[in-house]
């Protein structure tokens, strides 16, 4: 294959990658909260093993929390929060500790996020479940249980607005507290640049584009495997 078109083909595999898996960057958010109160849920709870037979990651929210929030007829439960209208619309998650638990399923942050969950506040979270937020947009924000019981007791009610500040680190509260939260620097760069890993090997597309072009100047052969 020629130069040009091993180039062009790569021009066409980053613009495909670009469109489709995209993470959308994070850096303040204004919205509601919802409280679940809840310890130890696992990825299983998130996102049933039913909804797992799709890689396509809209229309997950669905099987969001599907146990929890619907009864064996498929009935909303009235109870549940985010069946409840003060918490429609809901973009912040607080919750127990260990969220995410559990077997490892990128699906669970994807369901999360296709309902318009951008952040979940919670004192500690399973590894796998917390390194594949950072994969996909989604920050998980890691606060003392005291100050993770504090925001729960705002957001009762529902139609109360808190702010997530990833530049700041601070999760202000309707009351006008802030408290804060650590997290990693590089990711935390990361998900203010949105960038995932293919986006972090898409800043680097030039880099690829010129080593392709060498190595079919140098290795013509290889263009025909």
């Not at 498929?74 to 127990?96: H, M, S």
């Not at 999360?112 to 998980?140: K, M, W």
């Not at 504090?150 to 202000?172: I, K, R, W, Y």
């Amino acid at each position: 294959m020629p130069p040009a078109l091993a180039q062009s083909g790569l021009q066409v595999l980053i613009a495909l990658l670009e469109s489709q898996f995209a993470m959308q960057a994070f850096t303040r958010l204004d919205g509601r909260a919802a409280p679940l109160p809840v310890a130890n849920i696992d990825t299983d709870q998130i996102i049933p093993k039913q909804f797992l037979k799709t890689v396509e990651r809209e229309g997950l929210g669905k099987g969001l929390f599907y146990d929890l929030r619907f009864d064996e007829q498929g009935r909303e439960k009235p109870d549940f929060v985010l069946n409840q209208p003060a918490y429609a619309g809901a973009q912040v998650l607080i919750t127990g500790e260990n969220f995410g638990c559990g077997s490892s399923r990128e699906h669970a942050p994807w369901a999360l996020l296709d309902v318009g969950i951008r952040c979940v506040i919670a004192s500690s979270f399973a590894d796998i479940f917390y390194n594949n937020c950072f994969q996909n947009g989604l920050l998980p924000a890691i606060l003392p249980e005291a100050d993770v019981q504090a925001l729960m007791a705002e957001a009762l009610g529902g139609n109360h607005v808190f702010s997530v500040d990833l530049e700041a680190q601070t999760v202000t509260a309707p009351s006008g507290k802030s408290y804060g939260f650590s997290i990693d620097s590089s990711r935390k760069e990361k998900m203010l640049k949105g960038l995932d890993a293919i986006g972090e090997t898409l800043q680097k597309a030039s880099s690829i584009d010129v080593f392709e072009s060498r190595q079919a100047l140098r290795q013509p052969w290889m263009e025909t495997v």
